[in-house]
């Protein structure tokens, strides 16, 4: 029979245990031939064996070759798409073709029509625009104030600003909206941090009076639409006529940009300190001292310091209304609350 040759694993490599030294039976200068071996192999392993890449060295023991490459590793590089975007026909409309369609816009429409692009939103911005607006929805039946005919329509001062109240006065659907707001109390908190420019007090008997604070919002600005003379050359300078001719034809012409009217109905009337000037702080309503009736707690003043600050209370609110200006019920002044002395204060 041939004789079995063992094969050695790598098991059988070990260390040098010092029971082959120091506390061996029999004194000896030379190793085991098995332990020889063994350390032969060690020392092949050893210097066969390469360094890990996943293994973790020290950053200061790295060499500065294997920095720099792995530095140019983490580079971003630019990576080419496989396949080419899809190519895609985009087809823009004339500006003829806007106009002719914004004949058709609905007023309730009108600022989604705008947001299309920025052919629509100079079109919306224009005078021939608001004059076929006016005509398609002006109604010689109806009863409107004298500013709103087209014998006062052919003023451009504020022409914009006159076609849209005149829509929310005679506008249907516009109506139907300030109905199903009127029975819910407005959310005041959208007055914190406006200027209060006016404020004045209406009787309207012995047991009942109107408290109004006119609050401005000062970021928002005033959009100006300048004259265009056709006759106008490049090079000619603009006179003051020109400026004045600009001034004056401003359809976004809107003093009462950015206002809203605090209306406060009260049962009682109490001394309001004045208040021009000042910032609304906070705003805020609780019930009376009665359990009758609701009170309304308003702090003003300046922004810069709290040294200042007016604290204004109202105990005997019964209703509460926020006015935007383009509102019909909208008041500019106490000038036009004396025809509302004998109106109902909830309407």
Known sequence: MRPRHRRRSDSAVGEVSINNF???EKLSSRMKKSFSSNNQQLATLSQSKEPDPDEDVDWFDRDEDDIVAE????KVKDVKPDKEPE????????YDFWFLLSGYIPPEN???FAGISRVTKHIVSTQAFWRRLYLRYYDSDKAVPNIYKPEAMTRLLGYRTRVIKL??????PFQAKFASKSAIWPDLDVLVGRICNLQWT???????CLFYFKLKDTKVLQEKSKHQD???EENEDISMDQRLLDDLSDIHYNKENGCKLLQVCAVSWCLVPPLLGQKLKSISVSVSHGMKHHKLSLEFGSPYTRRTDTRVVIDTVLNLKVINWWNPKYKEGPQQCCSLSRTDPFS
Do not use: R
């Open 230 to 232: 056709p006759f106008l």
């Open 71 to 74: 530095v140019e590793n983490l």
């Open 87 to 94: 190519s895609f026909s985009v087809q823009a409309f004339p």
């Open 110 to 112: 009108i600022g989604t």
């Open 22 to 24: 120091a506390n061996a």
């Open 167 to 172: 829509l929310h006065l005679t506008y249907s």
């Open 202 to 208: 209406t009787k309207l008997s012995t047991n009942q």
